[in-house]
């Protein structure tokens, strides 16, 4: 079945450096979310992505697609204490989404 | 509206027992999702409804766990005979049109 890796599995910054984790499909992807997820929270969808190379960027956040729609990135610069959680990357083999198959996760813990 | 809500949000119950987790939907999404999530872990897919027809279930489902969505519109998660590895968040999201994912604040089960 489809697996959805990433990495790192932990992330410790200090405020104001960046942070980037790394997505990973065993299938080709028909698009990609991202989510993230607050300590004791529950997934907040951040953006999607559907072409190949595909980049978008929210304020600090930066997401890339990759060309062959097997993997993704999410970038911050400059974190900040708000930016604590664990990020998801979830990914569909067909556009509906009829099935979205989270990854393991990145938590980021950021030391003032 | 105020989002996705489920009941409810704790279950302490023995080994065994059954239990119903029900789900209520933005009221607009035909689509509903049931995701279970274990500590440390992304969640995982366990079923999907378009209006009242369940299109979906994991295979990792067994034949113990069900869900329904009458008339389309709240879902309930039913668990017979639950066993202590059952203990986990059982999380309800719905979407509009199979993009952004709305999740719920989860129901936390705990099998004793």
């Known amino acids: 079945g489809q697996q959805v890796m990433q990495i790192p599995q932990y992330q410790h910054v200090q405020e104001g450096e960046d942070f980037t984790t790394y997505c990973n499909s065993s299938?080709?992807?028909?698009?990609i979310q991202w989510y993230k997820q607050r300590p004791g929270g529950h997934p907040v969808f951040l953006i999607q992505?559907?072409?190949?190379?595909e980049v978008k960027k929210q304020k600090r956040l930066t997401f890339q697609f990759g060309e062959a729609k097997k993997n993704s990135s999410l970038h911050i610069t400059a974190t900040q204490t708000t930016d604590v959680g664990t990020y998801f990357c979830?990914?569909?083999?067909?556009?509906?989404?009829?099935?979205?198959?989270f990854g393991t996760g990145t938590r980021l813990t950021i030391i003032p | 509206d105020t989002g996705v809500s489920q009941d409810p949000r704790h279950k302490i119950t023995k080994r065994g027992q059954n239990v119903t987790f029900r789900c209520d939907p933005i009221?607009?999404?035909?689509?509903l999702y049931w995701y279970r999530q274990t500590l440390g872990q992304g969640p995982e897919f366990l079923t999907y409804?378009?209006?009242?027809?369940?299109?979906?279930k994991s295979r990792l489902l067994s034949d113990r766990f069900s869900a329904e969505r009458p008339k389309g519109s709240f879902s309930t998660l039913e668990i017979q005979h639950t066993e202590q590895g059952d203990s986990a968040m059982y999380l309800c999201?719905?979407?509009?049109?199979?993009?952004?994912?709305?999740f719920g604040e989860g129901s936390r089960l705990t099998v004793l």
């Open positions: 009221s607009e999404h035909n689509r």
């Open positions: 999201a719905s979407s509009p049109w199979g993009g952004e994912l709305f």
């Open positions: 299938t080709t992807l028909s698009n």
């Open positions: 992505l559907v072409k190949s190379g």
């Open positions: 979830a990914g569909s083999t067909n556009f509906g989404n009829e099935k979205l198959t």
């Open positions: 409804f378009q209006n009242e027809a369940q299109l979906e």
